[in-house]
């Protein structure tokens, strides 16, 4: 078996609907390929990693990069997402081939890190990636006694090109104050407050208006916000995620401090 890996600035539309099927049709969830993934339409740096037998695709990835503070200087880190192999071909190294280019490319040009997303951390560990994530996900439930601020002016408009959808999610949308905004996805079970910024208090009061009792939030370990909401009777339960991985291309990199200068939350997930 002859296997070609090929690296590409676009995806092809073979990827795109290989990808399609394994992550969305079958598991019967999903809107459209651009509602979930804007940024590959918008320009934003991508790539990705093909492998094909006599140009049949047989497996692929895709990397967004993003560019993140990291002290004094800028550093690149690459998120991946949407590994997949053809069933007929799992089991022949063919995810290792696809990494080690991944790698290998992700080196030339000058990445600080790798990371994903997976809650099979044992194939990833093989490849050298480890376990940090200091996100939290679960539900918060407003009290009796908390009312709605009543007259926050505020606006709703559509998530902007460079945030994309995660799988599960049938909408999102940004809602503006004066002085604060919160980004809310919504499942077919409740809404998720997945970003927000403004004061506790501001932001707080635009959930009071926004939101139902209860909702769920994905937000991160010693949250000034969630403390806030406790602090005002609001109940909540939330628990480790566990899911996002990396990969050092860099010695000198912590990853503790690059995911606590830079806000790795749900919608960053490919």
Known sequence: MTVNIVVDDRISNDFKNFAWNIFFKSKGRGLTFEQHFPWIQSGTSFWTVEARENERLIGGLIVRELEICYGSRVELIGCIGLVCVDS??????????????????????KYGALT???????????KGFFVSDESLSGTVTAPESVCHSLGTAFICENLPNHIGL???AISGRIYKSKEANITV?????????????GSDNNVCSLIKDVLPESFRIHTQYKCSLVKFLSTLGYSINLSPVNLQMWLKLKSDLEITLITKSSNFNILNRI
């Open 185 to 197: 996805i919504r499942d077919h079970n409740s809404y998720i407050v997945s970003d927000w910024s």
């Open 88 to 109: 007929l071909y799992r089991g022949k190294g063919i995810a290792n081939q696809l990494f080690k280019t991944l790698i290998e490319t992700a080196s030339i040009k």
């Open 116 to 126: 994903l997303w997976t809650n099979q951390h044992h194939i990833y560990e093989s």
């Open 166 to 168: 995660p799988p599960f």
